[in-house]
């Protein structure tokens, strides 16, 4: 796992109910100023990591550009379901 991989890991596992099911992995983008993080989750945990009109995932991904500060690129996340 990368270190913003592992970020968004260690951000999100609190929010979930069955961690042995989340996974967060990075895909390739287009763009090379991109770094695309996909966030694997069982329905339900998605749904909490959305959030109502996602607010969560507004939050999440916020906090995720902070992050990615560090290597000057965009983040772009992704939920997916299982």
Do not use: C, H, W
């Not at 694997?40 to 906090?63: P, T, W």
């Amino acid at each position: 796992m990368n270190e913003l991989e592992q970020v968004l890991f260690d951000l999100v596992e609190p929010m979930v109910n069955d961690v042995t099911s989340l996974t967060v992995k990075t895909m390739p983008s287009i763009n090379d100023n991109e770094i695309l993080l996909y966030v694997y989750a069982k329905s339900e945990d998605v749904a909490r990591l959305i959030g109502k009109q996602g607010v969560m995932a507004i939050a999440i991904r916020q906090m995720m550009t902070v992050a990615s500060r560090v290597k000057n690129k965009r983040v772009s996340i992704k939920f997916e379901s299982y």
